[in-house]
């Protein structure tokens, strides 16, 4: 199996389907192809928060600003798993969650890809990533070592990308919103349990009820839930929560137990 | 085979294949993931028109405004097909046609769903349906009976969902706007035997032609015919029949026989 | 394997898929479903972007604004690929692009396509291409001739459609603009050997550097490239060439070597 992510949009991803079914039999999953355009990090979010969910698996991710230039084209194998990308931070989410749902210390070891002379300086997706996952998934993840295209490094060396943690000050919390997903819901790094008990909050001045299903609150009307992530959410039951909040990804958010009705 | 449908953009549905791949061996099928959002009627209108088209399966649907609410998860099986969803009405109107599809009488049978504890109370689709279309897969369409999560209830006992029928009067026929498509083509709840032998027709103070394809009008001119669902629709020859008749789902129609030119 | 294209949109796509898969057991790979709407020529040049990466398949392509009308569905065999839709010239850039990777003389022949009494006049996607593409893929492309529902006709009587050939005096291009992808950016028809060499140049009065990628200019700066189609692009850093350059689909395009800074 080989799950496909990018911000490519359409239909550039058939391309990439097409290299990689010339040379490996494979179920193939897409995962989306439009994911947040250019921005490794919201992409990054995302990844981390759909791979988990399947069985073993080669995952080829490519949200790549950088394509064309020095940065690395690498694959790291995490357990049973193997993920292909750019060296700019999008795949260690999801390594580091990988990792942990093996226990916190599954084998993981980090690989430069080199292909000699891609067709494309802009299209590495089809012409370095598609055939490494390719070749991956030929070769079995438990045998990268016998690949001439991978190279091992020290995963210490590739770029990380880190979400912020919020802090609290007794019934305040400073964070960040995450992502917005096509919902309008404002996913922000607020931890579900930091509102345990907590029946009303005032996020960035906005005031709403904490609830644990949308239609708790009249249809239009905000409210704060525990999201799919496990983490708060500003949303509204039928509508946008992104408009309602005027929060959007990278906004900082002070979040404030209580409030008035 | 497992057919996936929900109006859950992206790239929650990634999320639901991998629960579904962890737990069987399936080759899934995308119907859409951008059904009329939160709009279980509309959504069971293209469910009816797209998976009777498949061979037998397992169909995940789910467009579900009460998730997280006291509404039921529920499965049916229709023959050698199975449907997994909320109870919301969604389901009903295809089970009706895969019924028809055999003859009017195979075995139909109805079950609630139930998942202890699920992750969250919003992503039912990832948490609640995802497993039982997996579990239905892996068991086998006509073994539901051995499944712990699954319990036989009363089909009867489930949210029903009809089309409205159109009402006729002499020439004038009194319908609804069913939905409207991509495209932009009104469908409507007429069906086409209504306009055998019309030439003409007005659409609320709306006249246009009735003709077989849309060739038979000059580009950007209005007409009507009988589309692919077998039903009369409003339509512009390259162009947008929502805008050029001002309609819109749900909207009321008045259809006239005859109409100047 | 049979990989699927279309101008449908959503959800119409899986009502073919339902019917292949009710007639064949294949591996569906899709595409796109947003091709270029009603447009077989743009349509036509991501048909040959794409399907030549692919192993052998059938390949199911409808952009089809003439449906319904006297034109006649085809298949066409090239070497261990079929591909099957409209008589609209849609087919024949990637036929031509297939058999030039078979060396320039794979066997290649063409069929029309005949369905007794298709069930809709405006939906042969699921009512003539998705059955001819299922029997072909089950008959097996080297036997189309046993096949009853197709009849060989002679290439040559198939609707064409080329792509224009730039011209060149001196140190001027006038070509054309080929399509606009999702990200904005301009695809030409000038080959990217014309611009070897060549250190900035003028399009329709707009200088931009020639730069082997994005990030050779600031975030948000105009620049000309090979884009991974082998054409000349007029594209953004970070942004739309579309909006940048003021170019189309269609559009004459002069291209200047040199220009001011």
């Given at each position: 199996m080989i799950t496909l992510a990018s911000?490519?949009?359409?239909?550039?991803p058939a391309a990439m389907k097409g290299v990689i079914l010339s040379r490996t039999d494979a179920q193939l999953v897409d995962i989306a192809h439009d994911l947040p355009r250019q921005e490794p990090r919201a992409a990054a979010f995302w990844l981390r928060e759909t791979i988990p969910y399947f069985p073993p698996a080669v995952h080829l991710a490519v949200v790549d600003p950088g394509v064309g230039t020095g940065r690395r084209a690498i694959a790291i194998r995490v357990g049973d798993h193997a993920l292909v990308g750019p060296d700019n931070g999008l795949l260690r989410p999801v390594v580091r969650r990988l990792a942990d749902q093996n226990g916190g210390n599954p084998l993981t070891e980090a690989y430069e890809i080199t292909v000699d002379d891609p067709a494309s300086t802009t299209f590495h997706g089809r012409d370095v990533f598609a055939p490494a996952a390719a070749e991956i998934h030929e070769q079995g993840v438990d045998r990268l070592d016998d690949l001439d295209m991978l190279s091992p490094i020290d995963l210490d060396s590739c770029v990380d990308l880190q979400f912020p943690t919020p802090t609290r000050d007794g019934e305040t919390i400073r964070g960040e919103v995450l992502v917005v997903d096509d919902f309008g819901n404002v996913i922000t790094n607020v931890p579900s349990a930091e509102l345990s008990g907590v029946e009303r909050a005032v996020v960035n001045d906005v005031v709403a009820p904490v609830v644990d299903?949308?239609?708790?609150?009249?249809?239009?009307d905000r409210l704060l839930t525990i999201g799919s992530h496990g983490y708060v959410e500003c949303d509204v039951n039928q509508g946008r929560g992104d408009e309602a909040f005027g929060l959007a990804a990278g906004d900082d958010i002070e979040l404030v137990f209580g409030g008035a009705d």
């Open positions: 911000d490519f949009g359409t239909p550039y299903t949308f239609d708790r609150v009249d249809a239009g």
